[in-house]
């Protein structure tokens, strides 16, 4: 996969060469480039910003750098990605769906956002989408980068050392895992539950199950809904 990121603060995306993203990297799965968005300015002071239309405090990101920033970097494969606070949900789905195209061109937002014609104009062209961490607003979207391309990533093929550990994680069946836990039995007067160590499978599946169900409805019930409406995997 290949990945492209335009930011005015390329250094915030630095973590990208660490762990398994830098591993990935390595092999060839993914490829990233960070671009600095001044590249595309052509007067004396590089600005990226101006005053917003109607008024308002703050200030909004100006289409033409953003513009030929697209034309330069943007393909016949491309998927845009807008991280926004005014974005649809990221969730695991997305994480899913987006992990599946071939290019992934990132445009990181910053002050009160970037002029919304550069967002039509540009789907017009190629993909667009526009998507949101939560209910709560970032400085830009370079964190939510960074988190959207380790969501991503974990899902490529080779990525994870153990494909297994995909099926069973919190939201692949659209619930929230079961607790897990590892040795010694005991830990500060607390036992590991009994089931885990009685080596029955069936039981221990019946189990986790159990009790995934039963966080799912303390912590979110908001999913457990979604099940049953049949929207899997959210
Ligand atoms: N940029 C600013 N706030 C954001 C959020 N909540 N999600 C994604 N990008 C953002």
Redo the contacts with the bound molecule.
């Keep these: 996969m290949r990945v492209d990121v335009v930011t005015i603060f390329p250094d915030y995306l630095a973590p990208l060469e660490l762990s398994l993203i830098g591993k990935a990297r390595a092999a060839g799965t993914l490829q990233v480039e960070v671009h600095d968005l001044r590249r595309w300015t052509h007067d004396v002071h590089r600005t990226v910003d101006d005053t917003p239309y109607g008024g308002g405090p703050g200030m909004v990101m100006r289409p033409e750098p953003w513009g030929q920033a697209l034309d330069e970097l943007a393909g016949p494969e491309t998927h845009l990605v807008v991280?926004?606070?005014a974005?649809t949900p990221f969730t695991q789905a997305t994480a899913r769906a987006l992990a599946g195209d071939p290019h992934l061109l990132f445009a990181c937002?910053r002050y009160e956002g970037i002029d919304q014609r550069v967002i039509d104009h540009a789907a017009t062209r190629m993909r667009v989408s526009e998507?949101?961490?939560?209910d709560?607003?970032?400085?830009?979207?370079e964190v939510?980068v960074l988190v959207v391309l380790e969501a991503v990533t974990r899902l490529l093929p080779g990525v994870l050392g153990n494909a297994d550990s995909l099926l069973e994680e919190s939201h692949a069946d659209g619930v929230l895992e079961a607790p897990m836990y590892t040795k010694p039995p005991t830990w500060r007067g607390l036992d590991v539950p009994e089931i885990l160590r009685s080596g029955d499978h069936g039981k221990i599946a019946r189990w986790r199950r159990e009790q995934a169900l039963l966080r799912t409805a303390e912590r979110r019930p908001d999913l457990l809904a979604a099940l049953e409406d049949g929207d899997q995997g959210t």
């Design positions: 991280p926004s606070p974005g937002g998507i949101s961490l939560g709560y607003v970032l400085f830009g979207g939510a």
